[in-house]
């Protein structure tokens, strides 16, 4: 992401003029440093979207930051929501502010979505990657995409076979600190990713190794002194605000479509059980539960597509639209007077 000038010393990136104050706004993809971590965490397209972040940008631009740190710490998400996200930072945010990554932890999907700024730093507890989960099911087009996108932003393309093919990785580090990376499990000393591994994962010290953190801090005063910022003030609590509750809507259209997708399976099943005529005032109060649950459903789901990834149930199975559908006709004949 390209960095804003203003501000910043000549021919020193990121570095602000000594004594300067610096204006510092935050914002959280995933879970915010003063909530309670869910038992799902941040999950991108779901409790955060790109959308979500460009209707934040005039509060902000209000507020007039010069950087903006993007919190990260979340365990999943929408592919394709990755790209979105990365396509608002970069096109909206990355033209008026210095925009960096704070990743205390970036998992599955939410590791591709930190892996891509430009700038970024990890706390000391810090993660990011663990693909295997979701490697599989990525479509090619998506995959290609991010390839591309890791490229732009200078990452090395063997990290990047690393977390999303499981490729070998291994790296030297010589007296000198010099780091040499190696595509394979066995050409170095330190070995970072056995082969066929899909659940490459790295944390602060190796990031910094990788040359993918720029620093690694535990509080916000570290932070800015691992960016060069020796003096600043917090601005933007509008825009942070507007986040958090925009994941906590989030976290709770999650709760509310597994409750509905619950319902809705249970109504299914009771309905599917009373057949014929005599039973039809019990199945008809089934159908019409049904019917309220689906249609929540189907509401939770148009204002957040990405929510028919994380309805799978091990009762039931999974929610898709084509599932949708055929529950939506089958209901009419159950309606019927014979239900069938």
Known sequence: MPKPP?????????????GRVTRVAFVDLGIGPERKRPAEGGLLG???????????LPLLEEARPEVVVVRIDANGGDPA???????????????????????????????????????????????????SKTTRAIDHVTMNAWETASREA?????????MLRGQGLSMTVSELGEVRLFGDAVSGTHV???????????????????RASRGTAATEAELMKAMGI????????RATQFIEHANEQGEAALRQAREASLKLHVSLKAARALEGEAQIDARL??????????????QLIT??????????SALFGPVTEAWLDGVSREFSVLASPLGR
């Open 285 to 298: 109060r089934e159908v019409s539960r049904g019917i309220d649950a689906y249609l929540t459903l189907r």
């Open 154 to 162: 200078g990452r090395d393309p063997r990290v990047f076979d690393a």
């Open 46 to 56: 779901v409790t955060i979207t790109a959308e979500d972040l460009s209707e934040a």
């Open 230 to 237: 020796e003096r600043y003030e917090i601005v933007g609590q």
């Open 81 to 131: 929501e990755v790209l979105r996200i990365r396509d608002v930072l970069q096109k909206q945010y990355a033209r008026q502010f210095r925009v960096v990554a704070w990743v205390r932890e970036a998992l599955s999907v939410a590791a591709m979505s930190a892996w891509l700024f430009d700038e970024m730093y990890m706390a000391p507890d810090g993660r990011l990657g663990l693909m």
């Open 192 to 210: 970072l990713n056995a082969d066929n591994n899909l659940g490459f994962s790295f944390n602060a010290a190796d990031a910094m190794l990788l």
């Open 6 to 18: 203003g501000g910043m010393m000549p021919g020193v990136p990121g570095m602000a003029e000594p």
């Open 303 to 312: 204002a957040r597509p990405a929510l028919l990834m994380f309805l799978d």
